[in-house]
């Protein structure tokens, strides 16, 4: 039952209790408790809103930064990883495979603050070797959301 | 000039559901909980495996009977689904969806003059295309106390020297009824016994809510016996595609084959280039389709429940067959006022033959929200009466 909860609250997290119990065939009880342990237990880690900042005036720009990082003895990626999640400006933070070791997305106001908060910030930090940053300029899809070009299809009104 | 006409086509009544179509069509901003068919677009990895195949200039014909590629899927899939092993090279056919091979297989088996049972209600096609094969449909009306079921006592009073062909429809459109495998047990005893063939459409075996899809073709001495029909346009959203296909005991096969050769060709080849994808790849998005099908039908029971609408619950497909006759209208009459007063578009249940007098087919084919505005009018709708 929890993996088809969080399935249906992934998609919508305004989703009612009563509503839930009537497509899940539960009790609205067992649902909210079901929910308020999977809150305990961090697995429902928050309720946040999907937003396309984009078709408002405020500005905001995303960057992803790569960072190559000397893993330290005994820690490995873990302390500076912590480290630089602890930054406010650090949206997403995540150990990759492959040509770099730490994926760090950042939200600023503008391209010159992200630039300074990431040489002033992150790249003087004893660990890291080299960042490379990247903008994103245009989001097409997040969080399983397509943000551009929707269409519309219509089915015909009575098919046997 | 001569009458340009056959005489045997023009007999066949138009289908109840066109004449509903027309009326809705009238009325643009009708909500309507009236469509056969998911609302969920197409898997895309299906959609672009399509696209390649075009690219790719996969554009001649395939095989009569399709790319043996795509039957050996459809063979590993039935094997896999419902336990039957049927032969990619002799035994399975593409079709141009389910229809098609309705429409093959009652060709191919009947003779003028053989009788072919029809339990209804049901899908709109089995009877005119009896008729188009010079059969005669014998028709059984099933009763909502047997869940829509179709029992062994009344296959038995149906049959006759005549009987040749019984046509099994489930998970059922339009009643979302279910056999368990006791139920198939006992027709299939009768269907052995009588020495009848069977044409199993199992166009929704991939919608159903209590448990796995049980097969005729699966029981004992029942394979020779039957063609499975099945598709890609209900499974997999792909009713756009018409990818079906049906498959059978060889000497059937074999004349089925034939027919498809000379009416059809082959099935369109970007179709069945996108069905091996989906065959391959897609079963977590059937899965995913399943659970938010079953989601809304508990959705929707409880909103008849509420507004104090009997419905048995149905366990297939995506319809539910709710009860009207204690509102004092035909099934006619409390469609057409729906739709003139709340605006809200759902089919009588005698589209799907007479037996479905005193009920409606309410498609749960759509969003809770639209689920939600829809039902809001028919609750108003049915507090007036």
């Not at chain 1, 406010?88 to 630039?115: C, W």
């Not at chain 2, 056959?6 to 027309?22: E, H, L, M, Q, T």
């Not at chain 2, 075009?54 to 039935?78: P, Q, V």
């Not at chain 2, 052995?192 to 699966?218: C, P, R, T």
Request: hydrophobic share 40%; proline share 4%.
């Amino acid at each position: 039952m929890r993996e088809e909860i969080l399935r249906m609250i992934e998609k919508n997290s305004k989703i009612n209790l009563h509503d839930m119990a009537v497509m899940l065939g539960k009790d609205e009880k067992e649902i909210a408790n079901e929910i308020q342990d999977m809150e305990n237990e961090k697995i429902i880690c928050g309720y946040h809103t999907m937003i396309d900042w984009d078709k408002t005036n405020s500005e905001k720009v995303v960057a992803l930064i790569e960072l190559k990082i000397t893993p330290e003895r005994g820690e490995g990626y873990d302390k500076i990883a912590k480290r630089i999640s602890k930054f406010r400006e650090v949206s997403s933070l995540y150990l990759m495979s492959g040509a770099f070791d730490i994926a760090v997305f950042i939200e600023g106001k503008t391209m010159k603050q992200v630039a300074a908060f990431v040489s002033e910030k992150i790249a003087p930090l004893d660990t890291v070797l080299s960042t490379s940053t990247h903008f994103v300029l245009k989001k097409y899809k997040d969080h399983g959301v397509t943000m551009v070009g929707e269409e519309n299809h219509e089915r015909m009104a009575v098919t046997p | 000039m001569r009458n340009p006409l056959s005489d045997k086509v023009v007999d066949i009544k138009p289908s109840g559901i066109r004449k509903f179509f027309d009326l809705v069509s009238e009325i643009p901003d009708a909500i309507s909980l009236g469509v056969g068919e998911p609302d969920f677009d197409t898997p895309w990895r299906v959609r672009e495996e399509g696209i390649y195949s075009l690219e790719k200039g996969r554009t001649f014909y395939t095989a009569n009977a399709g790319l043996i590629e795509l039957r050996t899927e459809i063979s590993k899939y039935l094997e896999k689904k419902i336990h039957v092993s049927y032969d990619p090279a002799k035994e399975i056919v593409v079709t141009v969806g389910g229809s098609e091979g309705i429409d093959l297989a009652l060709r191919a088996m009947l003779n003028p003059g053989d009788e072919v049972i029809i339990p209804q209600p049901c899908f709109v096609s089995y009877i005119p295309c009896t008729l188009m094969a010079d059969g005669v449909p014998v028709t059984i009306p099933l009763k909502e106390e047997n869940q829509f079921r179709l029992t062994k006592e009344e296959l038995l009073a149906a049959v006759t020297d005549k009987t040749k062909v019984l046509v099994l429809s489930y998970p059922n459109n339009p009643t979302g009824a279910v056999m368990t495998k006791e139920d198939l047990e006992a027709i299939r005893d009768v269907v052995v016994e009588k020495d009848l063939f069977v044409i199993s459409d199992e166009i929704y075996s991939e919608l159903i809510y209590n448990g796995e899809h049980i097969s005729i073709a699966s029981l004992e001495g029942m394979r020779e016996r039957t063609i499975v029909i099945n598709g890609f346009s209900k499974a997999f959203a792909m009713t756009g595609w018409r990818m079906g296909y049906a498959v059978g005991p060889r000497l059937i096969m074999e004349q089925i084959t034939k027919i498809h050769q000379f009416a059809i060709m082959c099935a369109p080849t970007t179709g069945q280039y996108a069905a091996i994808e989906a065959l391959k790849n897609c079963e977590e998005d059937v899965q995913l389709m399943r659970e938010s099908y079953n989601q809304r039908r508990k959705f929707l029971l409880n909103e008849f429940e509420k507004i104090g609408m009997k419905c048995f619950e149905p366990l297939g497909a995506f319809y539910a067959f709710p009860n009207i006759t204690a509102f004092g209208l035909t099934s006619d009459e409390f469609a057409n006022r729906l739709l003139k007063e709340e605006k809200v578009a759902v089919v009588p249940g005698t589209a799907f033959g007479d037996s479905g007098e005193g009920f409606l087919r309410v498609s749960y084919a759509y969003s809770i929200e639209e689920l939600r505005n829809a039902m809001e009018r028919i609750g108003r709708f049915v507090h007036r009466l």
